[in-house]
């Protein structure tokens, strides 16, 4: 039973493999990271990207993946509407994470990258369906520049700290995989949902 993970960043790569020890024993990860497609995609939209997607799903499906699960938000609905031309189920990382956010009347969005809020939000609106939901978003100011200078503690702090500057929401929803551990840094009482364990947990479901 193999689970194929499309990454924009290597550092997901431990992220998932120590979920999947915790969570999920037998599960067997293949790993593809791609950087490359975030920095095209938030140039030229996720569209732009969308042939290569295509190719490198089909790749994995061809080398015995069961499954797929794309863990960059700004590409995930381009890679998850491959999912019936590949015959084997495709799915976003952020799916049930904002599934659950859009239980919720007040719902404020952290991003680190301004091209990751517009398929965000496109999600939570279809997760949401016709029920008046209030969402905010906020972008963590030089997050994002510390992330890609391999400042992790200093990247972590920063959403940690923006999350903890909401007040007015009623569930608060890290956009990327890469935010995820900034929940242990929070102080806020109020929920703060991230992609990883949740959107692991479907994938493996899904590669059974």
């Known amino acids: 039973m193999t689970l194929a993970l499309l990454h924009t960043s290597p550092a997901h790569v431990p992220v998932f493999d120590a979920l999947r020890d915790a969570d999920h024993p037998g599960l067997a990860l293949r790993h593809l990271v791609h950087e490359d497609l975030l920095t095209r995609a938030g140039e030229a939209g996720p569209e732009a990207v969308s042939g290569e997607i295509r190719d490198l799903l089909a790749g994995a499906v061809a080398d015995g993946a069961r499954a797929v699960l794309c863990t960059c938000s700004t590409i995930g609905a381009v890679a998850e509407s491959e999912s019936a031309r590949l015959g084997v189920p495709v799915l976003r ?4 994470m904002a599934a659950a956010a859009a239980a919720q009347g007040r719902v404020a969005v952290l991003a680190t990258i301004t091209g990751t809020l517009a398929p965000t939000l496109a999600l939570l609106a279809e997760e949401v369906g016709d029920r008046a939901v209030d969402v905010r978003t906020v972008v ?11 400042d992790r503690d200093g990247y972590l702090d920063l959403v940690a700290a923006a999350a903890d500057a909401v007040t007015d929401s009623d569930v608060i929803v890290l956009a990327q995989a890469s935010m995820a551990d900034a929940v ?16 692991l947990a479907a994938a493996a479901a899904a590669a059974r």
């Open 140 to 150: 963590v100011d030089g997050a994002w520049a510390r992330f890609e200078a391999g």
């Open 184 to 199: 242990t840094r929070t102080v806020t009482r109020i929920p703060v949902l991230s992609s990883p364990g949740p959107g």
């Open 93 to 96: 990382v952020d799916r049930p």
